[in-house]
């Protein structure tokens, strides 16, 4: 996610924000469901958007906000394309409509970073934002990106507004994991689902669309995102692929890494700036776990120690953004933790 407070908590490296991006790619039929239920006048109020992180979510979220709003359809962009120059996207781009309210995890001024979550403050204001009448006597429109970050005084702040539908209101939840949202919102809600499209269709849009230089970073990255299109571009920006061929290539060196070649990723993720890749670190580092665990499952070997390191980097991780602990003894420990299991599997061969 982005550090930086002027462009906001919802937008990934290397991507557009959401309310600047007009195409999504691999999502005709999501689009067509909703469009439909546009175009028959019966709008549900609440859309819970889900599926895999970078896989479009919050485009195709801000792209019914803009047709909800106003903006003119363009047909020829898909079923809720417009056009960037339409009068409504300038104003939604710009975030001038008073009509659109975005509730994101909010910047902490104290710590200069994004909030860990969204709070129950921030959740409030839906309420209040619905109370109010829309400028022009249209459609006012709230996105929640994304629902998974609400504490639960924000999930049941913003249940309220579920609860009573509001008069020409709609909200997106756009969720990674809608099963850790209450019941009591996910029955709300209307569900449009999202799946990643194949590697090799998002591999192929990386290249028609000139964010990966060759065919093979383009195949690179979007296995790494498991087709996703928008994480494989984060992953293209932030250098994800070379990282995850030098992560990879010291778990597989197992028991032989060494203390330098640890303290070297250690030393460059640690660095100010370096958020985004430390997130990306984390990941490829959890699936690294997993391919181990899984070759020695297929060989019928024990995998008991490769799945509870894997376990122990998620609580490691989680720990670490919630009580905001040192980048590089995180890092350090996550790599030793790995190199002690791997050494200890030798030591029992």
Known sequence: ??????IGSDVQPGCL?????????????????????????????????TGPRGVGKATLAWRAARRVLGARAMPEAGPL????????????????????LLLRRPWDEKRKRWRGEITVEEARRAPHFFEMSSGGGGWRVCIVDSADDMNN?????????????????????????????????????????????SVEATAGWLEETGAADN?????????LAG???????????GGGVELAAEVNLLVDRGAAASDADIRKIADRL???????????FYEVLANAIRVQARDRAEAGRDVTDWLDSWRNLNTLVRDANALYLDPKQTILSALGQVRDVARKEKARA
Request: net charge neutral.
């Open 1 to 6: 996610m982005s550090t930086d407070p002027d």
């Open 215 to 223: 065919a093979g970073s383009a195949l690179a990255a979007s296995k």
């Open 153 to 197: 005084n924000a999930a049941n702040a913003l249940l309220k507004t579920l609860e009573e539908p509001p008069h020409r209101g709609v909200l997106f939840l756009v969720t990674h994991t809608p099963g850790r949202l209450p019941a009591t919102i996910r029955s709300r809600c209307r569900r449009l689902s999202l799946r990643a499209p």
């Open 81 to 100: 394309g417009a056009g960037a120059q339409d009068p409504v996207c300038k104003l939604i781009e710009s975030q001038a409509t008073p009509d659109l």
């Open 270 to 280: 640690s660095l100010k700036g370096q958020e985004e890749m430390r997130d990306l």
């Open 227 to 237: 087709g996703a299109p928008g994480r494989a571009l984060t992953l293209i920006a």
């Open 17 to 49: 924000p959401p309310r600047e991006r007009y195409d999504l790619f691999g999502h005709d039929a999501a689009e067509q469901a909703f469009a439909d239920a546009w175009q028959s006048g019966r709008l549900h109020h609440a859309w819970m958007i």
